[in-house]
Structures are given as structure tokens and as C-alpha cells.
């Protein structure tokens, strides 16, 4: 358990607005990621942080943009949200150790 | 880049019966992480079990254990004595240069 918490856990959205999903951690790892998850595609990784201020696109970082800064938060924001965007977001650190700890997921849907 | 596969969409198992998991990697990397990992349908990630790549010993969990081939780029997952718990979906996943790529994922069901 890597003190996750992602925030909101379930949110529906209009098509064309701004939305945030927030990431905190109480651990102090210097890495942070998110992901979606559709069906067919398991989970793809969206951006992810490798310390304050210091963030890299994944595979499927289009409409997406990321800040981090403070250690503990990670802000995952959908400019402007499309259908498309529909997905559950999980938000990860990694531990000294080389490990992976997911958060319990924020449900997105755009309508 | 890394590819992961799980060639199996789903499989059944009966309650205490022992059940595979298959996954295979394609990288050229040399020193990298293989997990697996439990999604429930509360969808909540869970950690199963992991494996550096340079330790040649495979990792065991309790009921769980994998059989790392490096050679052959294969990292199955074996669970022994099935519980009706451990229906869920289960990832492989692998990682290198802390960036993890993940398999789409196997269904597992266990029959009571």
C-alpha cells in the first residue's frame, strides 16, 4: 500500500469542459504516473512524473496535460473533455524498490 | 519499444484446482521488473507478485508463483488450490526504465 488517494473517484462531465483528477501520496516517491483503462486495451499510460516539475508523455497523452508541483500531488487535466475521454483513470507511484502501487481509480464519463 | 501479450482472453477453473496464466515480453533491454497483477471488479489494481529480472530464482507468493524463462521471454503465473477470491482479471505487466507496460489482460474465473 503506497498511501494513494485519487480525487474524484466518479465524476460525469459535459463535452467541451475542463476537468482535473488529483493524485496525492503520503510516501514521498519520486515517481508518479496515470493510466486509463478501456476495455480491449488494459491500462495505458497517459504521462507520468519523475519529480516535481518533471513530467513525460506515455503512449496515449493526446488531450491530456499533467503538472506536479509538489512531491505529493500529481493533476491529471483534460483540457477540453471529449467522449472519447470516457475511461477509469488510475493514478500509481513507484517505490524505492522498484515497485508499482496503484490508486483505487476515479470514473470518468463525458457526455 | 516493449510489448507485452497474454494470448488467453479468459479461462475456468475448478475451487482447489491448480491454474496457468501465460504471459510473453518482447524487449531488449537486460535488467528490467515482470508483474502480475489482480483486478477484482471492484477494479481496484492489486499487486500479485513480482520478479527481477536478473535473479534466476522464480517468485513465489503463498498460493502464488511464476515461471520466469527469461531466455524465452515467458512469464506465467501459477495459482494453486483456486479460491472462489480469485476471480478477477489478471495483467501482466513489465517494466524497464520505471515506465510499466501492461498485457490486456486474462478473465479468470473459478467454478465453485
Known amino acids: 500500500d503506497a498511501g494513494i488517494t485519487q480525487s474524484p473517484r466518479h465524476k460525469v462531465t459535459e463535452t467541451g469542459t475542463p476537468v482535473t483528477l488529483r493524485c496525492h501520496q503520503t510516501e514521498n516517491h519520486r515517481y508518479m504516473y496515470w493510466y486509463r483503462q478501456d476495455p480491449g486495451h488494459g491500462l495505458r499510460l497517459i504521462h507520468y512524473s519523475y519529480g516535481v516539475k518533471d513530467t513525460d508523455k506515455g503512449e496515449v497523452s493526446d488531450g491530456y496535460s499533467v503538472s506536479r508541483s509538489k512531491t505529493e500531488d500529481f493533476l491529471l487535466t483534460l483540457e477540453s473533455a471529449t467522449s472519447s475521454q470516457t475511461s477509469v483513470y488510475f493514478c500509481?507511484?513507484?517505490?524505492?524498490?522498484?515497485?508499482?502501487?496503484f490508486g483505487e481509480g476515479s470514473w470518468l464519463t463525458v457526455v | 519499444a516493449q510489448t507485452v501479450t497474454q494470448s488467453q482472453p479468459e479461462m475456468s477453473v475448478q475451487e482447489a484446482e491448480t491454474v496457468t496464466l501465460s504471459c510473453t515480453y518482447d524487449?531488449?533491454?537486460?535488467?528490467?521488473?515482470l508483474f502480475w497483477y489482480k483486478q477484482p471488479p471492484s477494479r481496484q489494481m492489486i499487486l500479485v507478485i513480482r520478479?527481477?529480472?536478473?535473479?534466476?530464482q522464480n517468485a513465489t507468493e503463498n498460493r502464488f508463483s511464476v515461471n520466469f524463462q527469461k531466455a524465452a521471454k515467458s512469464f506465467s503465473l501459477k495459482i494453486s488450490d483456486s479460491q472462489l477470491g480469485d476471480t478477477a482479471m489478471y495483467f501482466c505487466a513489465f517494466m524497464s526504465n520505471s515506465k510499466l507496460t501492461f498485457g490486456k489482460g486474462i478473465t479468470l474465473s473459478v467454478r465453485p
Open positions: 524487449t531488449s533491454e537486460n535488467n528490467y521488473y
Open positions: 500509481a507511484t513507484q517505490t524505492p524498490g522498484n515497485t508499482i502501487y
Open positions: 520478479q527481477e529480472a536478473y535473479k534466476q
